[in-house]
């Protein structure tokens, strides 16, 4: 085969027939616990202001550093979404979310844009599904984000994971360990990698998040934050840990765990799975006290959490999880001549009408040629119809599991199968 002259872009995927179907089982799943949480979904567009990323993401992230995709048009600076949270923050404060009264509980599920370099999950375009509670600042709300994000994987299968938790803190805890890292740090910044010495000036707490193995024996001898938490931020962690007791979600305490975005104030988790190589991190989260009023917004304590949904399919690829089948419509008309074609034509929309999915040939291929095709679509029966059939008002239904046939008159026919699905209703 010729090799195509377009191509898709590098990291980014189409998502074809065969694949797709478990897309849709995973999005309707998500929808379906959404509601039993009563989860309210938000759809924002995939362009932002560049303005609102950098700083609802922070300048020195490597998201904003390195991997957005960005453009202007006349005066106006587009970005790609690298992520949903600030976009949420974005729509709470523009619509005025605030004065609608209570918390928000509001979850998306979408296209998010990275310049990463691609590897196994790890894409340029990539879905996330995530949720966003605005307006508390209980540690319940944590454990809500945490719970859902949980249960989504316990529905899919996904069981083997670790989750990570830390806390840190709020601004005044951080400068304090900012400054003690510095302090520590400073002395032996020859040992550190490039990388990490680059950190120490603009961002100490990334250097905690180091995969250079340079770096290992001494983030191993920093000081911790647990140190450094106020009582405020210390109390919080303590009622994060006691409701995820009470709900019996374990967790392990992982006081390295920074991530990679400046918005998270106090709690922030981690979910990850053995079964995903390198990229190992499921979904991950935590609360942003500050980012609504950093976008200009009121004050409005916020936490949430984002999954990644290819690598919730690579963990049910290697997990063997079959999330879903491909779709096989009922009855697959096969015809043999003109007469017989317009008859179908005619009965297609009625057969639809009863609730069975239905399909036919259109290019007036030959009997054995429909068969095959009626075969690699998957029809659960083919209903034959030639002059003869429609002479006598009887038709060849074939079974094409059974590989069985019987004669049938067409109310015969629609006593003996029933619609396998409803359309839309999975
Ligand atoms: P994040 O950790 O940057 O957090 O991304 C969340 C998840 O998205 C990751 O755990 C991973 O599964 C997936 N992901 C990230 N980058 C890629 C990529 N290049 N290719 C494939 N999957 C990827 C956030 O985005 C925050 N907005 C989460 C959040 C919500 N925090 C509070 N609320």
Same mark, same amino acid.
């Given at each position: ?33 959404? @509601?039993?949480?009563? +989860?309210?979904?938000?759809? !924002? ?9 950098? &700083? ?26 690298? $992520? ?8 709470? *404060? ?12 509001? +979850?998306? #599920? ?11 999950? &790890? ?5 996330? +599904? ?9 540690? =319940? ?13 316990? &529905?899919?299968?996904? *069981?083997?994971? *670790? ?22 740090? !400073?002395? #032996? ?9 680059? &950190?120490?000036?603009?961002?100490? =707490? ?12 001494? #983030? ?18 303590? /009622? ?15 006081? =390295? ?7 998270? !104030?106090?709690?922030?988790? @981690? ?81 639809? $009408? ?37 002479? /006598?008002? !009887? ?16 109310? $015969?026919? +629609? ?12």
């Amino acid at each position: 085969m010729a090799n195509p002259t377009y191509t898709t872009h590098h990291g980014m995927k189409d998502i074809l027939p065969g694949e797709v179907e478990a897309w849709q089982r995973l999005e309707s799943l998500i929808r379906e616990e959404a @509601e039993r949480y009563h +989860f309210r979904e938000i759809r !924002t567009p995939v362009m932002e202001q560049t303005e609102l990323i950098v &700083r609802g993401v922070g300048q020195l992230t490597d998201i904003v550093s390195k991997e957005i995709f960005s453009f202007s048009r006349g005066d106006d600076n587009y970005v790609l979404r690298p $992520e949903c949270t600030a976009p949420v923050a974005r729509a709470y *404060t523009q619509h005025h979310m605030e004065q609608w009264g209570g918390t928000r509980k509001l +979850f998306y #599920i979408g296209p998010m844009f990275r310049a990463e370099r691609p590897q196994k999950g &790890r894409q340029r375009q990539f879905h996330q +599904f995530g949720v966003e509670i605005m307006g508390s600042d209980d540690a =319940l709300a944590d454990v809500e984000a945490i719970s859902f994000m949980m249960r989504i994987c316990h &529905r899919i299968g996904i *069981t083997n994971t *670790t989750l990570r938790i830390n806390s840190i803190g709020d601004p005044d805890s951080r400068k304090a360990y900012t400054k003690a890292l510095k302090e520590y740090f !400073t002395p #032996i910044k020859e040992k550190l990698s490039d990388l990490s010495r680059d &950190r120490l000036e603009k961002n100490p =707490l990334r250097i905690l998040d180091s995969k250079e193995p340079e770096d290992h024996p001494l #983030i191993e001898e920093a000081p911790r934050i647990s140190d450094y938490l106020n009582q405020a931020s210390a109390d919080h962690f303590e /009622a994060v840990k006691s409701y995820l007791d009470l709900q019996e979600i374990s967790y392990e305490i992982d006081p =390295l765990l920074v991530r990679g975005l400046d918005y998270y !104030t106090r709690t922030a988790f @981690e979910l990850t799975s053995p079964d995903l190589g390198s990229q190992d991190a499921l979904a991950g989260g935590g609360r942003y006290d500050l980012l609504v009023e950093e976008v200009g917004g009121p004050k409005t304590p916020a936490v949430g959490f984002a999954a990644g949904i290819e690598r919730l399919l690579i963990a049910c690829e290697e997990l063997g999880i079959e999330l879903a089948e491909p779709p096989r419509p009922d009855l697959y008309l096969v015809t043999l001549g003109e007469r017989a074609k317009i008859w179908a034509t005619e009965q297609l929309p009625k057969i639809r $009408e009863k609730g069975f999915s239905a399909t036919m040939d259109y290019s007036g291929r030959s009997m054995k040629a429909q068969m095959k095709d009626a075969n690699r679509e998957l029809a659960r029966f083919a209903l034959i119809a030639g002059d003869n059939e429609l002479d /006598a008002g !009887t038709f060849t239904l074939r079974d094409m599991t059974e590989s069985s046939e019987e004669s049938l008159t067409l109310e $015969e026919i +629609f006593n003996h199968i029933h619609p396998a699905s409803t359309p839309g209703s999975n």
